[in-house]
């Protein structure tokens, strides 16, 4: 289990930053057309949300490694309101809460 959330920590923390770095280079979005500011971070989490085949308990864990990644790297660079939003749109309020419950008790068990 250490291993998977590990390995989803770092396939997240390496995303971001190559989406980040599309956006320096290119100087607009990557998923948008125009040349509007963009919360990279934030687009690419609700994507994968909307389009990925997670179902509640894997999403507890991509949850749990984007909560790591946020306090230890993006710095509050995610939305949480647009990201939590998505995941009451595709599972419901409750969703949301049993996910959120889910992936701190992730986050809790790894700082022991």
Request: net charge positive.
């Amino acid at each position: 289990m250490l291993s998977f959330i590990f390995g989803l920590f770092v396939g997240v923390v390496a995303t971001i930053i190559f989406v980040l770095a599309l956006r320096k280079a290119s100087g607009k979005c990557p998923y948008h057309d125009d040349a509007a500011p963009c919360d990279f971070a934030t687009s690419f989490v609700t994507n994968l949300i909307q389009l990925s085949k997670f179902n509640t308990e894997e999403m507890a864990k991509y949850y749990a490694a984007l909560i790591m990644s946020h306090l230890n790297i993006l710095n509050g660079k995610l939305n949480w309101v647009e990201i939590n939003n998505t995941i009451k749109t595709r599972w419901s309020n409750y969703g949301l809460n049993y996910i959120k419950h889910k992936a701190w008790e992730i986050v809790e068990g790894e700082k022991k």
